[in-house]
């Protein structure tokens, strides 16, 4: 068992009147979106906050925090926030570095590690570049760690890429992306798409490049199934080729199936194969928003999830069809859209509501409900947003962090 971050007999007592040990347990067992409020206590206290043994000392007494980091726009603009919806906390996080060159980043992706936060690529737009309207992928990867609270550069992905499919491997602190292109939210249907490959060594801080996809392919999502043996990199749905109507508008033309990379122990991969379409024409356009949840009663068989609309369907791997799982309770508010994501086993459909407080102030809530795989149920929860405009769920990234 992981001990607590030892104390010097020398340094003030961290709770006067117990002993040193008993005080680290119960400073360890405080939930992580409290930490900030309480580091400036006192000298001891904020030592022992950001000790980096903290994290491994809270997981040994499985008092680990499930939250969700939720980066509303650019964040090197809007500072990030961490959720905590068990307690109802929000907890901020410092923007990201920033360049006065570069502004406008969308379509990146986040994923945590442990004590850290991955930021990777992206779309934006740069000063220096010509014309100065045209967007540009990104290949900046930062790196936030929650014990020291800063942000970091990490060595920069070898292609760069934004709207791409992103996982972690499960049997080793790699992360690997797949596909990609430079579109960005302010122009829906244009930008280009790539079917680039590489993985990431957290440990080094190094990326190689793996097997292309079959096809370019970009706005795709990833996971990973399989069990230790035979781990299996999905990657589903996302826009290849565009077309034209009438020579002038451009439409996208989306994937009904997914490519899946057979991972082997030697190098960390292995070839393509491609499925079959995951459902017939005119049943749907293209994939919703996509979450993939951990099943601990048979890992190589994860639950996916994907929100279309109002509803809720579950892909099954065998079969290669979705189902319908659930429906939503509550619509979301006319222009207004879900965030779909999954933490400790839930899918969460988030949507933002504008309400009006006295003196006609402006208030936003998020109104979330939960929905459990496998007891069948909705819950929900209401909390005061600490973002003082509207949130555009469709742009917001998220991401779910364990402190």
Same mark, same amino acid.
């Given at each position: 068992?992981?001990?607590?971050?030892?104390?010097?007999?020398?340094?003030?007592?961290?709770?006067?009147?117990?002993?040193? =040990?008993?005080?680290?347990?119960?400073?360890?067992?405080?939930?992580?979106?409290?930490?900030?409020?309480?580091?400036?206590?006192?000298?001891?206290?904020?030592?022992?906050?950001?000790?980096?043994?903290?994290?491994?000392?809270?997981?040994?007494?499985?008092?680990?925090?499930?939250?969700?980091?939720?980066?509303?726009?650019?964040?090197?603009?809007?500072?990030?926030?961490?959720?905590?919806?068990?307690?109802?906390?929000?907890?901020?996080?410092?923007?990201?570095?920033?360049?006065?060159?570069?502004?406008?980043?969308?379509?990146?992706?986040?994923?945590?590690?442990?004590?850290?936060?991955?930021?990777?690529?992206?779309?934006?737009?740069?000063?220096?570049?010509?014309?100065?309207?045209?967007?540009?992928?990104?290949?900046?990867?930062?790196?936030?760690?929650?014990?020291?609270?800063?942000?970091?550069?990490?060595?920069?992905?070898?292609?760069?890429?934004?709207?791409?499919?992103?996982?972690?491997?499960?049997?080793?602190?790699?992360?690997?992306?797949?596909? +990609?292109?430079?579109?960005?939210?302010?122009?829906?249907?244009?930008?280009?798409?790539?079917?680039?490959?590489?993985?990431?060594?957290?440990?080094?801080?190094?990326?190689?490049?793996?097997? +292309?996809?079959?096809?370019?392919?970009?706005?795709?999502?990833?996971?990973?199934?399989?069990?230790?043996?035979?781990?299996?990199?999905?990657?589903?749905?996302?826009?290849?080729?565009?077309?034209?109507?009438?020579?002038?508008?451009?439409?996208?033309?989306?994937?009904?199936?997914?490519?899946?990379?057979?991972?082997?122990?030697?190098?960390?991969?292995?070839?393509?194969?491609?499925?079959?379409?995951?459902?017939?024409?005119?049943?749907?356009?293209?994939? +919703?928003?996509?979450?993939?949840? =951990?099943?601990?009663?048979?890992?190589?068989?994860?639950?996916?999830?994907?929100?279309?609309?109002? =509803?809720?369907?579950?892909?099954?791997?065998?079969?290669?069809?979705?189902?319908?799982?659930?429906?939503?309770?509550?619509?979301?508010?006319?222009?207004?859209?879900?965030?779909?994501?999954?933490?400790? +086993?839930?899918?969460?459909?988030?949507?933002?509501?504008?309400?009006?407080?006295?003196?006609?102030?402006?208030?936003?809530?998020?109104?979330?409900?939960?929905?459990?795989?496998?007891?069948?149920?909705?819950?929900?929860?209401?909390?005061?947003?600490?973002?003082?405009?509207?949130?555009?769920?469709?742009?917001?990234?998220?991401?779910?962090?364990?402190?």
């Amino acid at each position: 068992m992981t001990q607590p971050p030892p104390s010097s007999s020398s340094s003030p007592p961290l709770i006067p009147g117990l002993p040193n =040990d008993v005080a680290s347990l119960i400073l360890s067992s405080i939930p992580f979106s409290h930490h900030a409020r309480l580091k400036p206590t006192c000298k001891s206290w904020r030592l022992f906050l950001s000790s980096k043994t903290l994290i491994a000392s809270r997981q040994s007494l499985r008092r680990l925090s499930h939250l969700i980091c939720i980066f509303p726009q650019d964040p090197a603009v809007a500072a990030p926030y961490l959720f905590d919806p068990r307690h109802l906390a929000w907890c901020p996080l410092p923007p990201m570095p920033c360049n006065a060159q570069l502004y406008g980043r969308c379509n990146f992706t986040a994923v945590a590690i442990g004590p850290h936060l991955y930021v990777l690529g992206g779309s934006l737009f740069d000063a220096r570049s010509f014309p100065i309207d045209r967007p540009s992928p990104s290949s900046a990867v930062f790196r936030f760690d929650f014990t020291t609270a800063k942000w970091e550069r990490r060595a920069p992905m070898l292609s760069p890429r934004g709207s791409f499919a992103c996982a972690r491997d499960p049997d080793s602190d790699q992360i690997i992306v797949a596909g +990609g292109g430079s579109r960005h939210t302010v122009f829906s249907r244009a930008g280009s798409r790539m079917s680039s490959v590489e993985r990431y060594d957290v440990c080094r801080d190094e990326w190689v490049a793996m097997e +292309g996809l079959p096809s370019f392919r970009a706005g795709c999502v990833g996971f990973f199934a399989g069990d230790e043996e035979e781990r299996e990199f999905w990657v589903m749905g996302g826009y290849g080729e565009a077309r034209t109507i009438a020579e002038v508008v451009p439409v996208d033309e989306y994937y009904r199936n997914a490519v899946v990379m057979e991972m082997e122990s030697e190098n960390g991969g292995g070839r393509w194969r491609e499925t079959s379409d995951m459902w017939e024409e005119g049943e749907r356009t293209k994939l +919703g928003k996509i979450v993939v949840v =951990d099943n601990e009663v048979d890992p190589a068989q994860p639950g996916v999830f994907m929100l279309d609309g109002n =509803d809720i369907f579950r892909y099954d791997l065998a079969s290669n069809r979705w189902s319908l799982e659930s429906h939503i309770p509550r619509k979301p508010p006319c222009n207004s859209s879900f965030a779909f994501t999954v933490l400790d +086993g839930e899918l969460y459909a988030i949507t933002f509501w504008n309400t009006v407080e006295r003196l006609h102030k402006r208030a936003g809530r998020l109104y979330i409900q939960i929905y459990h795989p496998q007891q069948k149920t909705w819950r929900t929860l209401i909390t005061k947003s600490p973002f003082r405009y509207d949130l555009d769920f469709d742009e917001a990234v998220m991401s779910t962090v364990h402190l």
